[in-house]
Every structure is written in structure tokens, then in C-alpha cells.
């Protein structure tokens, strides 16, 4: 037993486990994640993975990450880990930067071989004192021989004893922070449903590395993390990709229209097609186009035909998006565009994350080209913000733009999976029988949304053409005149303008007589909401808001923000939000917090930067 | 007027009450009045149908029509038609572009569109000219050509439509001119009748920047020698009093005088349209109306499984098996879940 002195108490922890990218390491983290929402537990998760899909073994470009952050008020995977596995010396030497300077280190020691060490360019054959490491603060486990120990008489072979490595690593996390190895069974169960024998060996080796921990390492502290108590309900796990995909699934059956999606592969958005490619069985045609001009024209074809039609890409393939975007924006169809930014221009970081498509969504055409832009916070939020895309779209005849990003997308939380009632009805903007009959034409506007109708093809009598050239605001036929281009150029703005009738006014959190205030867009909502929280905790009264709603704007934005003495924006790009916020506050300071390294805020960064700007 | 349940329509039912902008003798008028008759013969619903067009003079064409239409952006007609048909294969769909507009800009949507054989019918007006950006070459003008931008001759070879579409394993190619009022309808409805992409090409006069283009085989004393019309199931003859015929030499193909050099009526070739095999179809696809005749009508009709139709089995399919009430159903059945409560 486990002397209760050395157990400690704490709200969260950071577990970061690291290892070559056939390791097996995200599934590791994924498990532990897992069985720690089970019994109430927030989870954060964060891959770190490179772009290269199998770099040399042990080489330090070939390791790959997956952060997982378990306990009370986790919005973030946190800045560093309390312990990191290192399954091989280069992983050890490139996370190490990751680790708290308390915080533990399990290894497998067995790996740290004089061939490894070179491959990760190690200077001796000590990486512990050429790291600098503490060598209490290691726990050097001989993962191979126990491996080996272990599955010696399971009659499997070399390669498939080695692919269990992952779970003594697992087993080994699981002693320290007290989580029952049966759990973890339960999992793994279901996993190897169908390969009795890989369970076995995989169980086997779980309590190995558990036992391990136990019977050599009790000096070391034990945590015990306190759960949160989370609102009641079936829960599953979700990256922010998945929950785009469903929440667009869930948009289609709330609102009668098929889901199409037509994309293209592209780094870090491919999952959503991947998914939506799946869901066949709930009737979703999801087809992969020959480019992403042909994603954004196929779903532009498909909105023509009445289906919620969607493209999923990343920045890149925004870019050679526009042309059909504007089309759809001059054609009035909804369509429903997801960028899961990365880092830019061009092919940039491929798989790290950035927002910096902000102003590639919002003005990124030709012509007066206005459409609405959402961004989701979070990797559930994902879920909602895609169903509030497809119904702004579906509502307003418009273009949406939701913009996400490769930090929430890859990134995985529990996330309540809705009840029937609580989301609502959507009422696309289909053409009334009376409205037909009325003499209806093609742009005609509903006159409070100023949308115009959705006239499907099948529809008896409501042939009509549509396109990119503009046309008369009376009789929809093409018109080059130049009063009507420009009372139709206000009236799309206006239809945009007017989405805001219909989505939430900004509330700022920790609003108590604070004269400043923190402001964030998009997936930084948990580093800036630790930070907030962070800050007021300390005494620095700091209020904060996370926008979703990015154009049009909460109603109240203006009103809100004119009230405060210090307005300060925390991006991750160099000011693109500011300048946005800016154009709508003339006259007002834009203060800045901004990091383009292609990886999330840390909380430290942005508590940090807080302070400074207000003491200047 | 109803006809054995469905309703008869008249040409008139697909034209609308715009007046065609084209310029006067333009060869677009000819073929508008064509489409209109054909579409009234195939008889689908004006409301049934939808014509997808991209960036042209050709491309104005859905303005003039009765039926479903968008006029989209240049070279996209492919893609978005794509999307139209396999969101809802009931309707049918017509695809108008030009040799610019669905052979350069437009190239990658075109192969592509004829490989997966989505069920459109994609007409392609080619003149072998930039018209609306008033005389540029085209991707189909031959070499030499001089226009605004190749003042002493262009010094690249032209893609032979039909050669594309055989090499992107095209399974229906048919060409005709717009003044072969006949020959354009007939190829319009049997595109029309078949299942999969149906690629038309349509020969079509530029009065204004390449006037006289076509002359050598379309003008009407050089059609019965420079033109052949195939017929599936029928002889490959042509020429006056259909004197002439086409037989094999080799691995080519030869034109000769039935009666003449030995060459009797039993060595002429027969058209063989459904043949799976395209060798010969794109032989005579590829013959220019110089050495042997312009190869005119439906070159090969070949039935192969259809896009549109594969991707509505397979989700039906899936659906059907699994059988989920909706998303919920499937993330608990399909999902590791936990409940807290």
C-alpha cells in the first residue's frame, strides 16, 4: 500500500506522452484521457505531430506528441506536462521543453542504446546530466525487457510483443495517478473485440507496467486529481473535426435538407471528410472532387439542387475557393465553407496551428463580396458553431465561413452528446407556395431578413436561372445598370448585416468593475479563459469574451466595448481580429497580445502579456 | 396535353422570352433552337431539367431557356453540374460549355467529370476561338492560328476534344455542327438517352473572329465529301449518292470508291457504336475532313456504371444495413460512451 503521504492532491494534471509516430502514443494518451472522463473528469487533449508520415525511427523529426490535460477546469492541455513519457531518447530530448521543472519523467531505458543516442544527437552517452535533468525526478523503467519478461511464452512474435510497448508505458501512468488497471481493460476490450490474443497480451503487459510502478517506484508522489462535476448525461469523446462533421449531420436532420459535402484531401481539415465520407449510413453523400475548386463547385451545385451543401478545407484551399465562393455569395445559395486554419502562407506549417485566415475569410474575393464568418472555441464547440454555419446558411441564403483550426480540430474533449430537444428546429428559406404564386422572382427578398427564397429544381413552376452576373433588383434578369449594381450590393450587405437579429449579444465574464478588458476569437478560448481566470484569481480585475460571432458582429459589441478604458486582443496572428475590432471602434486603442509559432497560446504567455500592458 | 400519362411538350415549353444576345449568325442561335427541339423530343419537364453552363459566349445559354439553369464561373460548369446531378440524379442535366471554358480553363473538371461518369450531357460549342474576350486562341485552335494574342501564328498543337474525352476513358462521344440542324438533334437526344457523361461536340461558326473556320467540311458543296455520318449498325459510307465508304488498311483506316480498285460494298465497315473496345471509335473520331472525312453522329455509346447513381446505391445501402434513427442512434451504437449523471 501506498504510504498516504506521498499522495497529492491536485485540480488538474498534464500528462504528455512522446514517442516515434509508430509508438502507439496517441492511443495511450487517448485511453488514459478516456477512462478519466468516465468518472467526471474535464479532459483537454493536443496531438503534436510532424508532417512527415513516417520519419527514420528515433530520429528527433520523427517524434510525435499527444498532450492530454485530466481534472477540475481544464479548457486547455496546458501549458506544460507534470509528466512526460519518453519512449526513446530523441523523444525525451525534444519534449523536454514541454515538462514543468517538478515534473516527472517516465522513460524506457532500455531504448536510451548508443545507436539511439546518436540518431537523436546526443553530445554523450548521459543524457540525464546533458539535459540537466533531476535523476530523482526520472523513472527509468526497462520497458523492452519487461516487455519481453512478460510475453515470453505468448507465442507472439517480436514485432507484434513490441507494439504493446504503449500499454506498459500506460500502465506505468495509470499507478501514478491511482486510476484502476480494469478500466483501462474495459477499453481495450472493446478495441481487440476480435483478436483475443492481442488482448491477453496487452492486458498482461497493462498490470506489468502498473506492478512495476507499485513495487519499485513508491517513493515517487502519487496523484490523486480531483474530479469535476459535469452537467449529467451520455457522454463520448470527440475531436473538434468529428464534431464539425456531426454538428452538420445533426443541422440535416433538424432541418429536412441532405447533408452533400464535396472536398478535397488537405491537411489538418482531411477528418471531416473522412467522417462525413462514413456517415453514409445516416445518408450522407460525401463526395472527394479532383481539386478544391471542384469541392467548393460541387457543393455550390448541390445548394442549387436543395441540398445543405458543404466544403471542408484549410487555408490553402480557401484561397482557391474564392472564385466559387463569390459565385454563391452573388447566386444567394447557402453553402457552409470550414477552414481548419494552419500555419500560413502558402504550404507553411502544415500541421501546426494559426488563425491567421481571418482576413482571408472575410475579404478574400473579388468585388463587394460580404458573407457571414463564425469561429468555434473549442473542439466541442465545433459541434455547435457547425450547426449554427449550416443554419445561418440555410436561413439567410448566404455563405458561411466557419473557421476552426488545427489545435481544436486534432484536439479532443468529453463532450455531451445532445438530448433530441436541445437543439432546435432550422427553417431553411425555401420558396412558399403563395410567395410562387404571387409572381415570385428569382430575388425576391423576405423583407425582414432581406433573404431571397430557395426555389429547388423538381419545383413545378419555379424554373428560374441563376449566376454570377448581376441582375435587376425588380425582375431578376441580368442588368449592368449602375444604380441597381449598387442598391444590390447594399442589399447583400444588408441581408449579412441582419444575421445578427438572430445570434447571442456579448456577455463578458468576470465583468465586475473591470476597466479592462481581454478579447479572443476562435480555438484560443481556453489558454485566454485559464488567463482571465489566472488574472482576476491574483487580483487583476480583467474581463473577458471569447467571439464566435466574427461578421456580423454581436449587436452590442460596440455598446459593450466603448465602456471599457483598456481593450486588449490575444491572437494567434499579428493582429488581424484587432484591426477587424478596430474598423468598427475608430478612435478607440486596440491593445495587442499576438504569437505566430505555429502552436497554441501558453496561459503563462497571455497572463503575462496582460499585466504588461497594463502596467505601460 | 397529356400522352400515355406524360405530358407531350413543345419546343416552346424550354425557351423563355429573352432575346438571345449572341450576334447575328452567330452558329449559338442555331444550336439554342436545336436544344429546344431535342429537349422537347427527349421529353423531360423544363422543371426536371437543369442547364449548367460556365463562362463564354455559349455559356450564356441558360438565360434563354425555360428550365432550371445557372450561368456560373469560367471552366466550373463541369464541377458544379457534378454537384447538381448527384445531389439529385432525377434531374437531368445539361452541361454548355465552349472549347475555352471546358477545355482549357475548365480541363481538369472536364477529364475528370467524363472518368467518373457522372450523367451529364456536357455540350461543347467549339469554334476554335475566344469570342466574348473578342479573339484570342483557344486550346482547339490549330497551329499557326493568328488571333489578337498569337499575331504571327500560334506555335502549339490543339487538343482534339474527342481525343480527350477517349483518354479520359470517355464512354459516349458524339459531334455534329450548327448547321446540321438534324445531326445536332439527333446527337443531343441520343446524349440525352445515355447513362453516364455524354460528351457533343459542336462544330460552331465565330462570324465574328473565326468566320469560315469550319468551311472546308460544314459549307454545304464540301459536306458530302469531307463529312461522314456514322450510324451504329449501319455501313460507313459517304460521299455523293453515298458512293464512298471507309475500310481498313493496316492498323488505319482508308476512304474508297465502292466499285473502284476492288473494293466492293462487303468491305465497307460497319459502325459499332456499343463496341466496349474505343480502338476503331477513335480512329474515326480522330479523322479531320481533310485526307478522310470529318466523322459526324454518335462515335461510341458504351454503357458503363454511372456516377451519380453508384453514389445514391451505396449511401442507400449502407443506410439501409445499419439502419440508425439518426445521429444520436449511431454515436451510442458506434461510440465508446459513459454516462454521468
Known amino acids: 500500500m501506498l504510504q498516504e503521504t506521498?499522495?497529492?492532491?491536485?485540480?488538474?494534471?498534464?500528462?504528455?506522452?512522446?514517442?516515434?509516430?509508430?509508438?502507439?502514443?496517441?492511443?495511450?494518451?487517448?485511453?488514459?484521457?478516456?477512462?478519466?472522463?468516465?468518472?467526471?473528469?474535464?479532459?483537454?487533449?493536443?496531438?503534436?505531430?510532424?508532417?512527415?508520415?513516417?520519419?527514420?525511427?528515433?530520429?528527433?523529426?520523427?517524434?510525435?506528441?499527444?498532450?492530454?490535460?485530466?481534472?477540475?477546469?481544464?479548457?486547455?492541455?496546458?501549458?506544460?506536462?507534470?509528466?512526460?513519457?519518453?519512449?526513446?531518447?530523441?523523444?525525451?530530448?525534444?519534449?523536454?521543453?514541454?515538462?514543468?521543472?517538478?515534473?516527472?519523467?517516465?522513460?524506457?531505458?532500455?531504448?536510451?542504446?548508443?545507436?539511439?543516442?546518436?540518431?537523436?544527437?546526443?553530445?554523450?552517452?548521459?543524457?540525464?546530466?546533458?539535459?540537466?535533468?533531476?535523476?530523482?525526478?526520472?523513472?527509468?523503467?526497462?520497458?523492452?525487457?519487461?516487455?519481453?519478461?512478460?510475453?515470453?511464452?505468448?507465442?507472439?512474435?517480436?514485432?507484434?510483443?513490441?507494439?504493446?510497448?504503449?500499454?506498459?508505458?500506460?500502465?506505468?501512468?495509470?499507478?501514478?495517478?491511482?486510476?484502476?488497471?480494469?478500466?483501462?481493460?474495459?477499453?481495450?476490450?472493446?478495441?481487440?473485440?476480435?483478436?483475443?490474443?492481442?488482448?491477453?497480451?496487452?492486458?498482461?503487459?497493462?498490470?506489468?507496467?502498473?506492478?512495476?510502478?507499485?513495487?519499485?517506484?513508491?517513493?515517487?508522489?502519487?496523484?490523486?486529481?480531483?474530479?469535476?462535476?459535469?452537467?449529467?448525461?451520455?457522454?463520448?469523446?470527440?475531436t473538434g473535426n468529428t464534431a464539425t462533421a456531426w454538428g452538420l449531420i445533426l443541422a440535416s436532420e433538424k432541418s429536412g435538407r441532405p447533408l452533400f459535402l464535396g472536398s478535397y484531401p488537405i491537411t489538418p481539415a482531411t477528418d471531416i471528410l473522412h467522417e462525413l465520407a462514413k456517415r453514409k449510413d445516416l445518408g450522407v453523400k460525401a463526395v472527394q472532387m479532383e481539386d478544391e475548386i471542384a469541392g467548393v463547385c460541387s457543393a455550390i451545385g448541390a445548394s442549387y439542387a436543395?441540398?445543405?451543401?458543404?466544403?471542408?478545407?484549410?487555408?490553402?484551399?480557401?484561397?482557391?475557393?474564392?472564385?466559387?465562393?463569390?459565385?454563391?455569395?452573388?447566386?444567394?445559395?447557402?453553402?457552409?465553407?470550414?477552414?481548419?486554419?494552419?500555419?500560413?502562407?502558402?504550404?507553411?506549417?502544415?500541421?501546426?496551428?494559426?488563425?491567421?485566415?481571418?482576413?482571408?475569410?472575410?475579404?478574400?474575393?473579388?468585388?463587394?463580396?460580404?458573407?457571414?464568418?463564425?469561429?468555434?472555441?473549442?473542439?466541442?464547440?465545433?459541434?455547435?458553431?457547425?450547426?449554427?454555419?449550416?443554419?445561418?446558411?440555410?436561413?439567410?441564403?448566404?455563405?458561411?465561413?466557419?473557421?476552426?483550426?488545427?489545435?481544436?480540430?486534432?484536439?479532443?474533449?468529453?463532450?455531451?452528446?445532445?438530448?433530441?430537444?436541445?437543439?432546435?428546429?432550422?427553417?431553411?428559406?425555401?420558396?412558399?407556395?403563395?410567395?410562387?404564386?404571387?409572381?415570385?422572382?428569382?430575388?425576391?427578398?423576405?423583407?425582414?431578413?432581406?433573404?431571397?427564397?430557395?426555389?429547388?429544381?423538381?419545383?413545378?413552376?419555379?424554373?428560374?436561372?441563376?449566376?454570377?452576373?448581376?441582375?435587376?433588383?425588380?425582375?431578376?434578369?441580368?442588368?449592368?445598370?449602375?444604380?441597381?449594381?449598387?442598391?444590390?450590393?447594399?442589399?447583400?450587405?444588408?441581408?449579412?448585416?441582419?444575421?445578427?437579429?438572430?445570434?447571442?449579444?456579448?456577455?463578458?465574464?468576470?465583468?465586475?468593475?473591470?476597466?479592462?478588458?481581454?478579447?479572443?476569437?476562435?480555438?484560443?478560448?481556453?489558454?485566454?479563459?485559464?488567463?482571465?481566470?489566472?488574472?482576476?484569481?491574483?487580483?487583476?480585475?480583467?474581463?473577458?469574451?471569447?467571439?464566435?460571432?466574427?461578421?456580423?458582429?454581436?449587436?452590442?459589441?460596440?455598446?459593450?466595448?466603448?465602456?471599457?478604458?483598456?481593450?486588449?486582443?490575444?491572437?494567434?496572428?499579428?493582429?488581424?481580429?484587432a484591426d477587424y475590432l478596430q474598423s468598427h471602434l475608430p478612435g478607440k486603442e486596440i491593445l495587442r497580445i499576438n504569437k505566430v509559432e505555429g502552436q497554441p497560446f501558453l496561459v503563462k504567455e497571455v497572463v503575462e502579456g496582460v499585466n504588461r500592458l497594463i502596467e505601460e | 396535353m397529356e400522352n400515355n400519362g406524360t405530358k407531350a411538350y413543345t419546343a416552346s415549353d424550354y425557351k423563355n422570352s429573352q432575346n438571345a444576345r449572341w450576334c447575328p449568325g452567330c452558329g449559338d442561335h442555331a444550336i439554342l433552337n436545336v436544344l429546344h427541339k431535342a429537349m422537347a423530343a427527349i421529353g423531360v419537364a423544363p422543371h426536371d431539367t437543369a442547364v449548367i453552363s460556365g463562362i463564354g459566349c455559349s455559356s450564356r445559354l441558360p438565360y434563354y431557356m425555360n428550365t432550371y439553369g445557372m450561368h456560373t464561373i469560367h471552366g466550373r460548369a463541369a464541377a458544379i453540374a457534378t454537384g447538381v446531378k448527384t445531389a439529385n440524379p432525377a434531374l437531368t442535366v445539361w452541361q454548355i460549355s465552349g472549347d475555352g471554358d471546358g477545355l482549357a480553363i475548365g480541363g481538369n473538371h472536364f477529364i475528370h467529370a467524363v472518368r467518373r461518369n457522372v450523367d451529364i450531357n456536357i455540350l461543347i460549342l467549339n469554334n476554335k476561338i475566344y469570342g466574348l474576350t473578342k479573339g484570342q486562341y483557344s486550346p482547339t485552335s490549330d497551329r499557326g492560328t493568328v488571333s489578337k494574342s498569337s499575331p504571327y501564328g500560334t506555335v502549339e498543337d490543339p487538343f482534339i476534344p474527342a481525343e480527350l474525352c477517349f483518354g479520359a476513358r470517355g464512354n459516349f462521344f458524339a459531334r455534329s455542327f450548327d448547321m446540321a440542324l438534324d445531326t445536332t438533334r439527333e446527337v443531343m437526344e441520343a446524349a440525352a438517352r445515355h447513362a453516364g457523361t455524354s460528351v457533343v461536340e459542336i462544330l460552331q461558326n465565330?462570324?465574328?473572329?473565326?468566320?469560315?473556320?469550319?468551311?472546308?467540311?460544314?459549307?454545304?458543296?464540301?459536306?458530302?465529301?469531307?463529312?461522314?455520318?456514322?450510324?451504329?449498325?449501319?455501313?460507313?459510307?459517304f460521299g455523293k449518292d453515298n458512293s464512298r465508304g471507309l475500310v481498313q488498311e493496316g492498323f488505319g483506316l482508308k476512304a474508297v470508291t465502292v466499285g473502284e480498285d476492288g473494293y466492293t460494298l462487303d468491305d465497307v465497315l460497319v459502325h459499332d457504336a456499343h463496341a466496349r473496345d474505343n480502338f476503331l471509335q477513335q480512329q474515326l473520331a480522330m479523322m479531320d475532313g481533310h485526307e478522310l472525312p470529318l466523322a459526324l453522329g454518335v462515335i461510341r455509346d458504351y454503357d458503363a456504371p454511372v456516377y451519380d447513381r453508384e453514389v445514391a446505391r451505396q449511401t442507400e445501402e449502407v443506410k439501409s444495413k445499419k439502419g440508425y434513427s439518426g445521429l444520436r442512434d449511431m454515436i451510442m451504437k458506434t461510440h465508446e460512451t459513459w454516462e454521468i449523471g
Open chain 2, 206 to 237: 465565330c462570324v465574328i473572329f473565326n468566320d469560315g473556320i469550319h468551311s472546308y467540311f460544314a459549307d454545304k458543296e464540301n459536306r458530302a465529301e469531307h463529312t461522314i455520318l456514322l450510324r451504329h449498325g449501319e455501313k460507313m459510307l
Open chain 1, 6 to 238: 506521498n499522495v497529492k492532491t491536485i485540480d488538474k494534471v498534464v500528462v504528455r506522452f512522446a514517442g516515434d509516430s509508430g509508438d502507439g502514443m496517441q492511443l495511450a494518451g487517448n485511453i488514459f484521457s478516456n477512462i478519466s472522463a468516465e468518472i467526471g473528469d474535464e479532459i483537454s487533449t493536443f496531438p503534436d505531430y510532424p508532417a512527415e508520415i513516417r520519419a527514420p525511427q528515433g530520429s528527433l523529426s520523427g517524434v510525435s506528441g499527444y498532450q492530454v490535460s485530466v481534472g477540475k477546469g481544464v479548457h486547455t492541455p496546458g501549458d506544460e506536462a507534470d509528466v512526460l513519457v519518453a519512449m526513446n531518447p530523441a523523444a525525451l530530448k525534444t519534449n523536454l521543453r514541454y515538462l514543468k521543472k517538478d515534473g516527472v519523467v517516465i522513460c524506457d531505458v532500455d531504448s536510451f542504446t548508443p545507436a539511439n543516442l546518436r540518431k537523436a544527437e546526443y553530445a554523450t552517452d548521459d543524457p540525464v546530466s546533458e539535459l540537466g535533468m533531476d535523476p530523482a525526478r526520472v523513472l527509468s523503467v526497462p520497458m523492452t525487457t519487461l516487455l519481453k519478461n512478460t510475453l515470453d511464452d505468448s507465442g507472439l512474435d517480436q514485432k507484434a510483443i513490441m507494439k504493446s510497448k504503449n500499454m506498459l508505458a500506460l500502465g506505468v501512468v495509470c499507478w501514478l495517478f491511482e486510476r484502476p488497471v480494469e478500466s483501462v481493460l474495459r477499453k481495450l476490450q472493446n478495441k481487440f473485440a476480435r483478436k483475443p490474443a492481442v488482448y491477453e497480451a496487452n492486458a498482461k503487459v497493462l498490470r506489468a507496467g502498473w506492478d512495476y510502478g507499485h513495487n519499485t517506484h513508491s517513493s515517487v508522489p502519487v496523484w490523486r486529481i480531483e474530479t469535476a462535476a459535469s452537467r449529467p448525461g451520455t457522454y463520448t469523446d470527440v
Open chain 1, 306 to 577: 436543395g441540398h445543405l451543401a458543404v466544403t471542408s478545407t484549410s487555408g490553402p484551399g480557401l484561397a482557391l475557393k474564392s472564385e466559387g465562393i463569390g459565385l454563391a455569395v452573388m447566386a444567394e445559395l447557402p453553402l457552409v465553407v470550414i477552414d481548419v486554419q494552419r500555419g500560413g502562407p502558402s504550404t507553411g506549417l502544415p500541421t501546426k496551428t494559426e488563425q491567421t485566415d481571418l482576413m482571408q475569410a472575410l475579404y478574400g474575393r473579388n468585388g463587394e463580396s460580404p458573407l457571414c464568418v463564425l469561429s468555434a472555441v473549442s473542439p466541442t464547440d465545433c459541434f455547435h458553431m457547425a450547426f449554427e454555419a449550416a443554419r445561418i446558411a440555410m436561413e439567410h441564403m448566404t455563405p458561411v465561413i466557419l473557421l476552426t483550426d488545427a489545435y481544436i480540430a486534432n484536439g479532443s474533449s468529453a463532450w455531451r452528446i445532445p438530448e433530441p430537444g436541445d437543439y432546435p428546429e432550422i427553417h431553411p428559406h425555401i420558396l412558399p407556395q403563395n410567395v410562387l404564386e404571387a409572381g415570385w422572382k428569382p430575388f425576391d427578398r423576405d423583407e425582414a431578413s432581406m433573404a431571397r427564397y430557395w426555389a429547388i429544381p423538381g419545383t413545378e413552376r419555379a424554373m428560374h436561372r441563376v449566376g454570377g452576373l448581376e441582375k435587376d433588383y425588380h425582375t431578376s434578369v441580368i442588368s449592368t445598370d449602375g444604380a441597381n449594381h449598387e442598391r444590390m450590393v447594399a442589399a447583400r450587405r444588408e441581408k449579412v448585416a441582419r444575421i445578427a437579429d438572430g445570434i447571442p449579444e456579448m456577455t463578458p465574464m468576470f465583468d465586475d468593475g473591470a476597466d479592462t478588458i481581454l478579447l479572443g476569437w476562435g480555438g484560443t478560448y481556453g489558454h485566454l479563459l485559464t488567463a482571465a481566470t489566472e488574472l482576476n484569481a491574483s487580483g487583476c480585475k480583467v474581463a473577458f469574451w471569447q467571439f464566435r460571432y466574427i461578421n456580423p458582429l454581436p449587436r452590442n459589441t460596440v455598446e459593450v466595448l466603448s465602456r471599457y478604458r483598456r481593450i486588449i486582443v490575444a491572437e494567434l496572428n499579428t493582429g488581424m481580429f
